[in-house]
C-alpha cells in the first residue's frame, strides 16, 4: 500500500467531523428525550452507560490504540496484518467473555442494578461490538473516509428512530437501545467490510505475549484517563451539589467540541507517523510532527482566546441564562485547548510511535493525581471554577512531563512556530471584533459576526505576513478550487 495515497488533508476533515458528529447527535436529540424520558429516565440510562463503559474499557484493554500502531506497521503485508489482526481481535474478545461474566455477576447480585437488567444487558452490546468491529485497522490504514460515513449514516438513522419510539417516559430502554445504534451498531458492517483487507482464516504463527506488555501499558492510559477527565464532576457531585456539576459540565461540554477540533489532526496522524518510524523514514516523521505543532498553535490560540472573550455568549447560546455560574468555569477552563492540542501531539504522534508510552501514561498518572490534590484543595471554596482550575493545573503538569521526556526531539519544532504573528493576529482580531458586544444584538448574532471579524482578521493577518503553513493551506484551497471550476466548465 503506498501510503502517498492517502490524503492527510482528507483524513483531518473526515476525522474533524467524524469527532463533531459525536457531539451534535446529542446535542440535537437530548433536548427533545429530557422533556419525553425526565430526570429520572435520562439518569438511568446515563448511569447505565456509565456503568458499562468500566466494563467495556476492561474488555478492550489498550487495544483500540495499541491496535493503530501494531497494524500500522505491519500494513504493506497482508499476511503479517491478518495475523496481527486476529491475534489482538482474540485477545479482545478472551477480555469481552471475562467482562460479560463480572457484569451478569453485578446484574445477579447487587440490588442497584436488578430492576433494569435489561437496560444494561441492552448497553452492554457496546462491549461485543466494539470487539467485532476493530475499529483499529481501519485507523492504521487510514479509511477515514470509511469510518465517517459509514457513522454518520447510523447516526442519522438513530436521529430519526429517536423522534419515531420515543414518546414517553417509560422508554428510556429503548432510548438506550438507540444510543447503542448510534455509537455502535455500525461496527457490524466493520466485521464484513474488514475481509477486504485481512484474510479470515486461520494463518497460524500467532504470538500473543509480544502484545501483553505494550497492550496493558495503553490499558493503564486508559485507566488513568478515564479518571482525570472524570474526576472534576465526580467530585463536584459530592463535595459541592448538582447545579455546581451542571455549571461546570455546561462548560465542558463547549470545551470538548473545541478539543475534538484541535486534536483531530493528531489522530489522523498516528498511522502515518508509526508507518515512518517502523520503515525508518525519520526526516518525514520529523516533518510531520513539525507541521502538526505548528497547526495545533494557529488553531488552538485564537479558539482560547476568542471563548475567553466570548464566554457568556457561548454559554447563554447553548445552554440558556440560567447557567451564569458556567461563564467563569469555562474562561479558566479554555487554556486546555492549547495544552491539549500539543500533548496529543506529542503523545499520540511523537511518543507512541516511538515506543515510549510509558512516558505517556507517567504523564497522565500525574495529571490524575494533580487533579486530585487541586480539586480536593479548591472544590470546597471555589466550586467548579475549582474544578476548572484543576483541570487546568492537570493538563499542564501533562504538557510538562511529556515534554521534559522528549525536548531534545521537539526543541526544533517548538522554535519553527512564528509565536509573534499568531499572538499580533490574535490580539488585532479581538480588538477587531470586541466592539459587537457594545450592540446587545443577542447571543447567536453576536457570536456570529465577531467570531467573522475575529477570525477573519486573523486569518488575512497570517497570510499578510505570509506564515508558511496558512500559505501552504490557502494554495491547497485555491487550486482545488481552480480544479473544480475547470471541471464544471469542461
Sequence with gaps: MNT?????????????ILSMSSFVFPLITFPYVSRILLPAGTGKVAFATSLI????????????????????????????????????????????????????????????????????????????????????????????????????????????AMFLFVHEKEDYVIYGGITILAASA??????????????????????????????????????????YTNLDAVMLGFLKTDTDVGYYNAAVKIKNILVSMVTSLGTVLLPRASYYVEHGEMERFRQISAKALNFVMLAAVPMMLYFILYARYGIYFLSGTAYEGSVLPMQIIMPTLLFIGITNILGI??????????????????????????????????????????????????????????????????RRIHYGKIVAACILGAVGSIWIMG???????????????????????????????????????LKKYRSFRKGIKE
Design 53 to 160: 463503559t468500566y466494563f467495556n474499557m476492561f474488555a478492550q484493554l489498550g487495544i483500540p490504540t495499541y491496535g493503530v500502531r501494531a497494524c500500522a506497521k505491519v500494513r504493506d503485508d497482508r499476511t503479517e496484518l491478518t495475523r496481527t489482526a486476529h491475534e489482538l481481535l482474540l485477545i479482545n474478545l478472551f477480555m469481552s467473555v471475562l467482562s460479560y461474566v463480572c457484569l451478569a455477576a453485578a446484574l445477579l447480585f447487587v440490588p442497584r442494578l436488578r430492576d433494569d437488567r435489561m437496560l444494561y444487558m441492552i448497553i452492554s452490546l457496546t462491549i461485543i461490538l466494539s470487539a467485532v468491529g476493530m475499529e483499529w485497522i481501519y485507523k492504521a490504514l487510514e479509511q477515514y473516509t470509511y469510518i465517517t460515513v459509514r457513522s454518520l449514516i447510523f447516526k442519522f438513522v438513530a436521529l430519526i
Design 349 to 414: 504522534q511523537i511518543l507512541v510511535p516511538l515506543g515510549k508510552e510509558k512516558i505517556v501514561l507517567y504523564s497522565e498518572i500525574a495529571g490524575a493525581v494533580t487533579d486530585l490534590v487541586v480539586n480536593a484543595l479548591l472544590i470546597p471554596k471555589f466550586a467548579s471554577a475549582g474544578a476548572a482550575i484543576g483541570t487546568l493545573v492537570a493538563e499542564f503538569v501533562v504538557l510538562c512531563v511529556q515534554y521534559a521526556a522528549i525536548r531534545d526531539h521537539t526543541l526544533e519544532y517548538f
Design 186 to 227: 455500525s461496527n457490524v458492517f466493520n466485521w464484513i467490510h474488514v475481509r477486504k483487507y485481512i484474510d479470515m482464516r486461520w494463518v497460524g504463527g500467532y504470538h500473543f505475549r509480544k502484545h501483553v506488555k505494550p497492550v496493558l501499558i495503553f490499558f493503564a492510559m486508559a485507566c488513568a484517563t478515564t479518571i
Design 4 to 16: 502517498k495515497s492517502k490524503s492527510l488533508k482528507l483524513n483531518f476533515i473526515m476525522n474533524a
Design 439 to 477: 450592540l446587545k444584538l443577542g447571543n447567536f448574532i453576536t457570536l456570529l459576526i465577531s467570531a467573522v471579524l475575529f477570525f477573519g482578521i486573523y486569518g488575512v493577518l497570517l497570510i499578510m505576513m505570509k506564515e508558511e503553513l496558512v500559505i501552504e493551506i490557502m494554495n491547497q484551497i
